[in-house]
């Protein structure tokens, strides 16, 4: 009996260490892995000057992509029902952001599309989330963008990444945890806005949050941010989660839905936001991109 107790012992503690050896986080060159994101992104813009924009959405769109025509649905299923677009679409990426898992990512950056046959243009900001796929590549999961009513100049490049995302990163206690914190936070803020957008919104939003709405350019940082939310404060916002999903480290994560105003007009539409996290902190809001469907 004692021999067995201890084979069962041993057989055990076997189990455990393979299982933690597997759950150990992978190194990973994550300098090398943030620049390979932005390539892919320049990538996207490329296929899609050089061929057509309905072609680089469906080399580039993730199996489980989600994009909205207006609300969440199937994107590679949306895009291979639309015929070749008659327009021409270019973008480029000014900031960028990955996980220090190198696993999630999101870029964002001005956009131009151009309608060859009457000279017409519009102009924009993107915003696009990456996961990075079990064969190495990175493809998207969700995109939104916000027009804006000038053209934007084509310069800026997304920054060095930050160092402090360097150092080694532990996998969180309970991955399921920050999925599940990530989804309340999101649901929170949806439920709660309508008592008063500034008092919701200002504790969730991150130092250099980006705020994007339709026909401006975006509110970057705590200050603007706040002073468009309170020229929205007026207006009886909520918002609904339809999905989204963090990054391995649990530092990263996106969330997207529909949401509705209700002010002297009516207002509903999607939603995509992005969220970061620093160990032992909660989830604060990097971005939100509002896209009302037409009326």
């Known amino acids: 009996m004692f021999r067995k107790s201890l084979l069962t012992t041993a057989v055990l503690a076997s189990l ?5 050896a597997q759950e150990a986080p992978k190194p990973v060159d994550l300098a090398a892995e943030y620049q390979s994101l932005i390539n ?26 989600v994009l909205f025509a207006p609300y969440p649905g199937p994107g590679k299923e949306l895009w291979q029902k639309l015929p070749v677009p008659q327009y021409t679409l270019d973008w480029w990426p000014t900031v960028a952001d990955i996980s220090r898992s190198a696993d999630l990512g999101w870029t964002t950056g001005p956009f131009v599309v151009a309608f060859p046959a009457n000279g017409k243009k519009i102009f924009g900001y993107f915003s696009t989330v990456w996961r990075k796929q079990a064969d190495g590549t990175w493809r998207f999961v969700t995109d939104m963008g ?8 084509r310069e800026g490049e997304p920054g060095p990444l930050d160092p402090a995302k360097l150092g080694k990163f532990t996998l969180p206690a309970d991955p399921k945890e920050a999925d599940a914190a990530l989804m309340a936070a999101d649901t929170t803020l949806g439920e709660k806005a309508k008592d008063g957008l500034e008092e919701v919104y200002k504790p969730l939003l991150a130092d250099n949050v980006r705020l994007m709405r339709q026909e401006h350019v ?3 940082g705590k200050e603007a941010a706040m002073l468009r939310l309170a020229e929205e404060k007026a207006s009886n916002f909520s918002s609904r989660p339809s999905g989204g999903g963090s990054s391995k480290a649990g530092d990263l ?3 997207y839905g529909t949401y509705e105003r209700r002010g002297e007009r009516l207002e509903g539409g999607s939603y995509v936001r992005m969220w970061r996290r620093e160990p032992g902190d909660t989830w604060k809001l990097a971005l939100e991109v509002l896209s009302p469907r037409p009326n």
Request: aromatic share 12%; charged share 25%.
């Open 146 to 153: 916000a027009t804006m009513p000038g053209e934007p100049k």
């Open 16 to 20: 455990a260490v393979t299982a933690a």
């Open 40 to 65: 892919t992104e320049r990538a996207f813009a490329k296929k899609s000057v050089d061929t057509n924009p309905k072609e680089a959405f469906l080399a580039y769109i993730a199996d489980d992509g």
């Open 253 to 255: 994560g996106y969330t």
């Open 218 to 220: 975006p509110f970057v």
